[in-house]
């Protein structure tokens, strides 16, 4: 697996790897990388010819008392979580690197970026289609692979991708989750005991609920319910 820290470096490892025309395969990360991450790189793997995979903790999506400073950081172990899952090329921009002095645009989405997570992290998701935006110019994947976990991140990735015209299929990977159902997550360290053991709830009580909706109970009750349930937990 090839590393590389500034422009000059990742173009020089992916100049062999999208010759002829070959598919690149890509893995944005913000790293501590689990069991998910790499169930992303192995669908990348199967379906392209080249892999690469960046790991940058992009402060642009986090608000100012979110955990930014905090995010697990372990860049060693997760540099050999990539290349034990066969990655072709790390990407480890550093801030200046990610956003040169002068930098001037961002990108703004609306509609799917608006509501649920978009309504309680003002500015989250600028950030989260501006540092895709400036990764896909940098590495210029085919495919760019996500993960279902944080479905409304998906939407607003394809949605940036569709209204920019940009030049990549985003491919939406399924949840890896614990036996008890928890989806990983590099945040889930953060649960005390007591809170990992209430968690996987909301994958129980959603579940219930999409069962119930789907044998034909009201939906407006199913939800109702399930969100009673959550409350109470
Ligand atoms: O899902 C993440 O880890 C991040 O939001 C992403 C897509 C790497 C952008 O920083």
């Known amino acids: 697996m090839q590393i590389a ?10 100049s062999a790897l999208r010759r002829d025309g070959r598919t690149l395969g890509f893995v944005p990360t913000m790293g ?38 905090r995010y697990p950081r372990d860049e060693a172990g997760d540099l050999a979580t990539l290349d034990a899952a066969g990655c072709d090329v790390a990407w480890l921009p550093d801030v200046a690197t990610m956003y040169p002095p002068g930098s001037a645009t961002a990108i703004e989405v609306t509609g799917p970026a608006e509501g649920w997570e978009g309504a309680v992290r003002p500015g989250h998701f600028r950030g989260v289609a501006t540092v895709c935006a400036r990764l896909f110019g940098q590495v210029r994947p085919t495919h760019a692979y996500f993960g279902e976990k944080d479905w409304q991140q998906v939407q607003v990735v394809r949605r940036m991708v569709a209204d920019l015209a940009l030049p990549l299929e985003i491919v939406a990977v399924p949840t890896v989750r614990e036996a008890d159902g928890l989806a990983l997550s590099s945040r889930n360290r953060y649960l005390a005991p007591a809170e990992r053991e209430g968690a996987p709830r909301l994958y129980s009580v959603m579940r219930g609920a999409a069962a119930a909706i789907v044998s034909g109970a009201d939906v407006a009750d199913a939800l109702g319910q399930a969100r009673a349930a959550l409350e109470q937990a």
Do not use: K, M, W, Y
Request: glycine content about 4%.
């Open 5 to 14: 820290r500034t422009r000059e470096d990742l173009a020089r490892a992916l």
């Open 32 to 69: 501590a990388l689990h069991a998910g991450h790499v169930a992303l790189l192995a669908r990348a793997r199967a379906e392209c010819d080249a892999t690469a995979a960046s790991i940058f903790v992009n402060p642009l999506q986090f608000g100012p008392n979110e955990d930014f400073a």
